[in-house]
Protein backbone atom coordinates (compact mmCIF):
# COMPACT_ATOMS: atom_id res chain seq x y z
CA UNK A 1 0.00 0.00 0.00
CA UNK A 2 2.94 2.08 1.08
CA UNK A 3 4.32 1.02 -2.13
CA UNK A 4 1.38 1.99 -4.17
CA UNK A 5 1.64 5.84 -2.72
CA UNK A 6 4.77 6.56 -3.61
CA UNK A 7 4.03 5.24 -7.65
CA UNK A 8 0.95 7.24 -7.07
CA UNK A 9 2.74 10.52 -6.85
CA UNK A 10 6.03 9.35 -9.17
CA UNK A 11 5.19 11.77 -12.07
CA UNK A 12 4.78 14.58 -9.43
CA UNK A 13 8.50 14.01 -8.98
CA UNK A 14 9.48 13.75 -12.75
CA UNK A 15 7.45 17.29 -13.24
CA UNK A 16 9.65 18.65 -10.39
CA UNK A 17 13.20 17.27 -12.01
CA UNK A 18 11.51 17.86 -15.63
CA UNK A 19 11.34 22.05 -14.23
CA UNK A 20 13.92 22.46 -12.04
CA UNK A 21 16.53 21.44 -14.70
CA UNK A 22 14.88 23.02 -17.90
CA UNK A 23 13.49 26.29 -16.35
CA UNK A 24 16.11 28.31 -16.60
CA UNK A 25 17.72 27.75 -19.98
CA UNK A 26 13.48 28.40 -21.33
CA UNK A 27 13.40 31.66 -19.78
CA UNK A 28 16.81 32.39 -21.11
CA UNK A 29 15.55 31.44 -24.73
CA UNK A 30 12.36 33.34 -24.59
CA UNK A 31 14.57 36.14 -23.11
CA UNK A 32 16.92 36.13 -26.46
CA UNK A 33 13.82 35.68 -28.90
CA UNK A 34 10.60 36.96 -27.31
CA UNK A 35 8.54 36.43 -30.12
CA UNK A 36 8.72 32.60 -28.77
CA UNK A 37 5.61 33.58 -26.32
CA UNK A 38 3.74 33.81 -28.94
CA UNK A 39 4.60 30.24 -29.91
CA UNK A 40 3.56 28.05 -27.60
CA UNK A 41 4.28 24.79 -29.26
CA UNK A 42 8.13 25.72 -29.80
CA UNK A 43 8.94 26.72 -25.99
CA UNK A 44 7.48 23.31 -25.22
CA UNK A 45 9.94 22.19 -27.80
CA UNK A 46 13.08 24.82 -26.31
CA UNK A 47 11.47 23.12 -22.76
CA UNK A 48 11.80 19.41 -23.81
CA UNK A 49 15.29 19.70 -25.25
CA UNK A 50 16.21 20.89 -21.68
CA UNK A 51 14.46 18.31 -20.08
CA UNK A 52 15.84 15.44 -22.09
CA UNK A 53 19.26 17.18 -22.28
CA UNK A 54 19.53 17.46 -18.34
CA UNK A 55 19.61 13.56 -17.87
CA UNK A 56 16.24 12.55 -18.74
CA UNK A 57 17.44 10.40 -21.83
CA UNK A 58 20.27 8.86 -20.26
CA UNK A 59 18.22 7.89 -17.30
CA UNK A 60 15.27 6.43 -19.50
CA UNK A 61 17.71 5.12 -21.67
CA UNK A 62 19.25 3.47 -19.16
CA UNK A 63 16.06 1.46 -17.40
CA UNK A 64 14.98 0.20 -21.16
CA UNK A 65 18.47 -0.89 -21.77
CA UNK A 66 17.61 -4.25 -21.36
CA UNK A 67 14.10 -4.29 -22.95
CA UNK A 68 15.94 -2.57 -26.00
CA UNK A 69 18.71 -5.08 -26.30
CA UNK A 70 15.87 -7.94 -26.21
CA UNK A 71 13.58 -5.81 -28.73
CA UNK A 72 15.82 -3.61 -31.18
CA UNK A 73 18.95 -5.24 -31.48
CA UNK A 74 18.28 -8.73 -32.97
CA UNK A 75 15.29 -7.56 -35.13
CA UNK A 76 16.31 -4.28 -36.87
CA UNK A 77 17.61 -4.86 -40.39
CA UNK A 78 16.99 -3.52 -43.90
CA UNK A 79 16.35 0.62 -44.06
CA UNK A 80 15.27 1.63 -40.66
CA UNK A 81 12.89 4.30 -39.55
CA UNK A 82 13.47 5.91 -35.97
CA UNK A 83 9.89 7.74 -35.39
CA UNK A 84 10.75 10.30 -32.66
CA UNK A 85 14.90 10.12 -32.39
CA UNK A 86 15.21 12.17 -29.76
CA UNK A 87 19.07 12.47 -29.21
CA UNK A 88 19.43 9.17 -31.12
CA UNK A 89 19.56 6.56 -27.95
CA UNK A 90 18.20 3.83 -30.43
CA UNK A 91 21.13 3.98 -32.94
CA UNK A 92 23.45 2.18 -30.01
CA UNK A 93 21.23 -1.02 -29.80
CA UNK A 94 21.90 -1.08 -34.08
CA UNK A 95 23.56 -4.23 -35.74
CA UNK A 96 25.62 -2.30 -38.30
CA UNK A 97 25.84 -5.36 -40.58
CA UNK A 98 22.22 -5.69 -40.80
CA UNK A 99 21.15 -2.24 -40.85
CA UNK A 100 21.62 -0.60 -44.45
CA UNK A 101 20.02 2.72 -43.56
CA UNK A 102 18.93 4.89 -40.42
CA UNK A 103 16.41 7.53 -40.74
CA UNK A 104 15.69 9.59 -37.90
CA UNK A 105 12.39 11.33 -37.92
CA UNK A 106 12.61 14.13 -35.42
CA UNK A 107 10.52 17.36 -35.40
CA UNK A 108 12.71 18.84 -32.53
CA UNK A 109 15.30 20.26 -34.47
CA UNK A 110 17.34 21.34 -31.45
CA UNK A 111 17.69 17.57 -31.21
CA UNK A 112 19.34 17.23 -34.46
CA UNK A 113 23.06 17.69 -33.70
CA UNK A 114 22.85 14.95 -30.86
CA UNK A 115 21.19 12.23 -33.34
CA UNK A 116 23.65 13.46 -36.05
CA UNK A 117 26.83 12.65 -33.57
CA UNK A 118 25.55 9.55 -32.51
CA UNK A 119 24.52 8.21 -36.21
CA UNK A 120 28.57 9.34 -37.24
CA UNK A 121 29.79 7.33 -34.01
CA UNK A 122 27.95 3.95 -35.11
CA UNK A 123 28.50 4.56 -38.70
CA UNK A 124 25.56 5.85 -40.75
CA UNK A 125 26.60 8.75 -42.98
CA UNK A 126 24.70 11.09 -44.86
CA UNK A 127 27.49 11.56 -47.37
CA UNK A 128 27.31 8.00 -48.43
CA UNK A 129 22.94 7.79 -48.18
CA UNK A 130 23.31 5.68 -44.82
CA UNK A 131 21.74 7.83 -42.64
CA UNK A 132 18.65 10.68 -43.24
CA UNK A 133 17.65 13.13 -40.46
CA UNK A 134 13.77 14.09 -41.35
CA UNK A 135 12.29 16.83 -39.40
CA UNK A 136 8.14 16.07 -40.02
CA UNK A 137 6.32 14.58 -37.31
CA UNK A 138 5.37 10.41 -37.77
CA UNK A 139 2.14 11.75 -38.41
CA UNK A 140 3.02 12.88 -42.05
CA UNK A 141 3.12 9.84 -44.43
CA UNK A 142 3.37 11.70 -47.17
CA UNK A 143 6.97 13.50 -46.06
CA UNK A 144 8.33 10.59 -44.95
CA UNK A 145 8.02 8.32 -47.68
CA UNK A 146 9.53 11.71 -50.10
CA UNK A 147 12.32 11.66 -46.98
CA UNK A 148 12.92 7.78 -48.02
CA UNK A 149 12.44 8.69 -51.53
CA UNK A 150 9.67 6.31 -51.91
CA UNK A 151 11.30 3.34 -50.99
CA UNK A 152 9.47 1.67 -47.97
CA UNK A 153 11.15 0.69 -44.38
CA UNK A 154 12.13 -2.96 -43.30
CA UNK A 155 11.67 -1.44 -40.16
CA UNK A 156 10.38 0.88 -38.03
CA UNK A 157 10.87 2.22 -34.33
CA UNK A 158 9.28 3.59 -31.34
CA UNK A 159 11.06 4.19 -28.39
CA UNK A 160 8.40 6.22 -25.77
CA UNK A 161 6.99 8.02 -29.00
CA UNK A 162 4.04 7.04 -29.79
CA UNK A 163 3.14 8.33 -26.29
CA UNK A 164 3.59 12.11 -27.54
CA UNK A 165 2.60 11.91 -31.52
CA UNK A 166 -1.21 13.31 -32.51
CA UNK A 167 -4.21 10.69 -32.72
CA UNK A 168 -1.31 7.28 -32.29
CA UNK A 169 -4.64 5.26 -34.05
CA UNK A 170 -4.55 7.05 -37.23
CA UNK A 171 -0.74 7.56 -37.43
CA UNK A 172 0.07 3.91 -36.31
CA UNK A 173 -2.47 2.99 -38.92
CA UNK A 174 -1.14 5.58 -41.98
CA UNK A 175 2.28 4.17 -41.18
CA UNK A 176 1.85 0.67 -41.44
CA UNK A 177 -0.63 0.81 -44.64
CA UNK A 178 2.17 3.45 -46.73
CA UNK A 179 5.87 3.39 -44.73
CA UNK A 180 6.19 -0.30 -43.51
CA UNK A 181 6.98 -2.88 -46.26
CA UNK A 182 5.15 -6.15 -46.86
CA UNK A 183 7.22 -7.82 -44.24
CA UNK A 184 8.67 -4.96 -42.55
CA UNK A 185 8.55 -5.11 -38.61
CA UNK A 186 7.02 -2.25 -36.37
CA UNK A 187 9.45 -2.14 -32.99
CA UNK A 188 7.97 -0.65 -30.22
CA UNK A 189 8.88 -0.09 -26.21
CA UNK A 190 6.23 2.11 -24.91
CA UNK A 191 4.92 3.52 -21.24
CA UNK A 192 0.86 2.61 -21.74
CA UNK A 193 -2.61 2.93 -19.75
CA UNK A 194 -2.42 -0.18 -17.17
CA UNK A 195 -4.88 -2.99 -17.33
CA UNK A 196 -5.38 -1.90 -13.19
CA UNK A 197 -8.36 0.36 -12.72
CA UNK A 198 -7.10 2.22 -9.80
CA UNK A 199 -3.53 2.82 -11.78
CA UNK A 200 -5.12 3.32 -14.38
CA UNK A 201 -7.30 6.31 -12.54
CA UNK A 202 -4.04 7.69 -11.31
CA UNK A 203 -2.29 7.80 -14.66
CA UNK A 204 -5.20 9.63 -15.73
CA UNK A 205 -5.28 12.09 -13.21
CA UNK A 206 -1.77 13.09 -13.73
CA UNK A 207 -1.61 13.10 -17.83
CA UNK A 208 -3.17 16.53 -18.28
CA UNK A 209 -0.22 17.96 -16.05
CA UNK A 210 2.54 15.84 -17.14
CA UNK A 211 1.42 16.72 -20.90
CA UNK A 212 2.14 20.55 -20.51
CA UNK A 213 5.89 19.43 -19.10
CA UNK A 214 6.94 16.51 -21.78
CA UNK A 215 6.04 17.97 -25.11
CA UNK A 216 2.33 16.55 -24.87
CA UNK A 217 3.33 12.96 -23.87
CA UNK A 218 0.35 11.31 -22.42
CA UNK A 219 0.53 8.69 -19.53
CA UNK A 220 -3.13 7.11 -20.58
CA UNK A 221 -2.32 5.79 -24.02
CA UNK A 222 -3.56 2.27 -24.45
CA UNK A 223 -0.70 2.10 -27.16
CA UNK A 224 -0.60 -1.90 -27.55
CA UNK A 225 -4.15 -2.18 -27.81
CA UNK A 226 -4.05 -0.13 -31.13
CA UNK A 227 -1.92 -2.37 -32.47
CA UNK A 228 -3.51 -5.44 -31.65
CA UNK A 229 -6.75 -4.14 -32.30
CA UNK A 230 -5.56 -2.53 -35.64
CA UNK A 231 -7.27 -2.95 -39.42
CA UNK A 232 -5.98 -2.07 -42.72
CA UNK A 233 -8.75 -1.25 -45.44
CA UNK A 234 -7.82 -3.96 -48.12
CA UNK A 235 -8.76 -4.51 -52.10
CA UNK A 236 -8.46 -7.94 -53.88
CA UNK A 237 -7.36 -9.87 -50.35
CA UNK A 238 -4.14 -11.01 -51.83
CA UNK A 239 -1.05 -11.23 -49.45
CA UNK A 240 -2.72 -13.11 -46.98
CA UNK A 241 -5.37 -10.57 -46.18
CA UNK A 242 -9.12 -11.32 -46.58
CA UNK A 243 -11.12 -10.22 -49.19
CA UNK A 244 -12.43 -6.72 -49.83
CA UNK A 245 -13.37 -4.65 -46.76
CA UNK A 246 -11.25 -4.20 -43.50
CA UNK A 247 -8.13 -6.75 -41.75
CA UNK A 248 -5.80 -7.26 -39.56
CA UNK A 249 -2.32 -6.06 -41.16
CA UNK A 250 -0.08 -8.49 -38.66
CA UNK A 251 0.98 -11.85 -39.88
CA UNK A 252 3.39 -12.14 -36.57
CA UNK A 253 2.43 -10.37 -33.49
CA UNK A 254 3.71 -10.58 -29.72
CA UNK A 255 3.80 -7.87 -27.03
CA UNK A 256 5.42 -8.61 -23.65
CA UNK A 257 6.24 -6.64 -19.82
CA UNK A 258 9.18 -5.80 -17.95
CA UNK A 259 10.05 -8.81 -15.80
CA UNK A 260 11.09 -6.28 -12.88
CA UNK A 261 8.15 -3.91 -13.16
CA UNK A 262 5.70 -3.73 -10.81
CA UNK A 263 2.40 -3.44 -11.54
CA UNK A 264 2.10 -0.36 -9.54
CA UNK A 265 4.25 1.58 -11.84
CA UNK A 266 2.57 4.00 -13.62
CA UNK A 267 5.18 4.04 -15.87
CA UNK A 268 3.96 0.76 -17.38
CA UNK A 269 5.91 -0.45 -19.80
CA UNK A 270 4.91 -2.87 -23.35
CA UNK A 271 7.51 -3.69 -25.97
CA UNK A 272 5.56 -5.47 -28.99
CA UNK A 273 7.11 -6.49 -32.26
CA UNK A 274 4.38 -6.29 -35.13
CA UNK A 275 5.61 -8.28 -38.45
CA UNK A 276 2.87 -6.81 -41.64
CA UNK A 277 1.79 -9.72 -44.26
C1 LIG B 1 10.28 10.85 -24.89
S1 LIG B 1 11.11 11.31 -26.33
C2 LIG B 1 11.87 9.77 -26.85
C3 LIG B 1 13.11 9.97 -27.65
C4 LIG B 1 13.89 8.72 -28.10
N1 LIG B 1 13.06 7.82 -28.88
C5 LIG B 1 14.51 8.01 -26.93
O1 LIG B 1 14.14 6.87 -26.67
O2 LIG B 1 15.38 8.56 -26.29
C6 LIG B 1 9.80 11.59 -27.50
C7 LIG B 1 10.27 12.21 -28.79
O3 LIG B 1 9.17 12.33 -29.71
C8 LIG B 1 9.35 13.53 -30.45
N2 LIG B 1 8.07 13.94 -31.07
C9 LIG B 1 7.22 14.89 -30.66
N3 LIG B 1 6.17 15.00 -31.51
C10 LIG B 1 6.39 14.08 -32.50
C11 LIG B 1 5.67 13.70 -33.68
N4 LIG B 1 4.52 14.30 -34.01
N5 LIG B 1 6.21 12.76 -34.46
C12 LIG B 1 7.37 12.15 -34.12
N6 LIG B 1 8.08 12.45 -33.00
C13 LIG B 1 7.59 13.40 -32.21
C14 LIG B 1 9.87 14.50 -29.42
O4 LIG B 1 10.50 15.61 -30.03
C15 LIG B 1 10.82 13.62 -28.62
O5 LIG B 1 12.12 13.66 -29.15
C1 LIG C 1 25.17 -8.60 -36.11
O1 LIG C 1 24.77 -9.24 -37.29
C2 LIG C 1 25.70 -10.17 -37.80
C3 LIG C 1 25.20 -10.63 -39.17
O2 LIG C 1 23.90 -11.13 -39.11
C4 LIG C 1 25.87 -11.28 -36.79
O3 LIG C 1 26.85 -12.22 -37.27
C5 LIG C 1 26.33 -10.70 -35.46
O4 LIG C 1 26.38 -11.71 -34.47
C6 LIG C 1 25.36 -9.61 -34.99
N1 LIG C 1 25.86 -8.95 -33.81
C7 LIG C 1 25.13 -8.79 -32.71
C8 LIG C 1 25.79 -8.02 -31.60
O5 LIG C 1 23.99 -9.21 -32.59
Known amino acids: MLKFAAFKFSPLFGIITAVRVAIFPTLLAIRKDPTLLF ?24 MGRPAKEQLITPNSEGVVLDIGAGHGHTIQYLNRSRVTRYVALEPNQLMHPKIR ?7 FYESDGSFTILSCGAEDSASILKGLENTQADTIISVLTLCTIPNPSKSIHNLVRDVLKPNGQFLFYEHVLSHLPDVAWWQKF ?9 DGCRLDRPTHLVFENLEVEIQGGNDGYRQDGRDSPWKEQQVWGMPDEPEEDLFWHRAGR ?3 K
Open 117 to 123: AAAHAAG
Open 39 to 62: RPNDISAVFMAHVWAGGFAEGTDT
Open 274 to 276: FVK
Open 206 to 214: WAPVWQVAF
